[in-house]
């Protein structure tokens, strides 16, 4: 997969952030790993509760919650298979930086497409960094784990771009996701130093 072409976000993960960041500390990893599952669902029901009436997407999100609390429980079953406990929530800087590009105003369907792109955009880093950790942790279980996960966050990617689309009512979608990849791209400069997904 490139993420150039399918994902197109501007600026990739250096590899080293898996060797010389993560491999230190699985258990963090992990942790904010589970919470960022957790987080994804909670998204999805938020979604729902915002737009009861767009039936296509209630079904889809429903669907999705179901999915990331799989991904959470399998994460948490590794973390206790290491004999780790669950830690605290992180914060989510990274997230936090992304949620200031949302506009605020200009309507329901205006704030339905920028909430939909901003979750197209934590799925696709989120699948980037999968792929990276796939391919260079020195850990075949957890490579493996990823590289499956890998696939499953481009899935979730395309979905919401999906949606944008359909419900965009006049909006350029390609024009507002062409300015989130830039705002992005800004926005991750500052991460690639923690053992944390978005980290």
């Not at 179901?66 to 290491?82: A, P, S």
């Not at 481009?154 to 705002?183: C, N, P, Q, S």
Request: with cysteine.
């Amino acid at each position: 997969m490139s993420e150039k072409t399918i994902l197109k976000l501007q600026l990739p993960t250096d590899p080293l952030w898996v060797k010389n960041v993560v491999e230190s500390n699985i258990e963090e990893l992990l942790t904010d790993h589970a919470f960022c599952e957790q987080k994804a669902a909670s998204n999805a029901i938020t979604l729902i509760v915002q737009n009861p009436n767009l039936s296509d997407l209630v079904q889809e999100m429903t669907m999705l919650v179901q999915e990331e609390m799989d991904h959470f429980k399998r994460v948490h079953d590794i973390i206790l298979q290491r004999g780790f406990v669950l830690g605290r929530e992180r914060k989510d800087n990274y997230v936090n930086e992304l949620r200031k590009f949302i506009i605020i105003g200009g309507g329901r369907i205006v704030q339905l497409i920028d909430r939909l792109l901003f979750s197209a955009m934590i799925e696709a880093r989120s699948c980037e960094r999968f792929k990276v950790l796939s391919e260079n942790i020195n850990d075949g279980q957890l490579s493996a784990f990823y590289h499956e996960l890998m696939i499953s966050e481009a899935t979730h990617y395309a979905m919401f771009i999906r949606l944008a689309k359909k419900y965009a009512d006049g909006i350029d979608v390609e024009k507002r996701w062409t300015e989130f990849l830039a705002y992005e791209a800004q926005v991750v400069k500052n991460y690639g130093k923690a053992e944390m997904i978005h980290g």
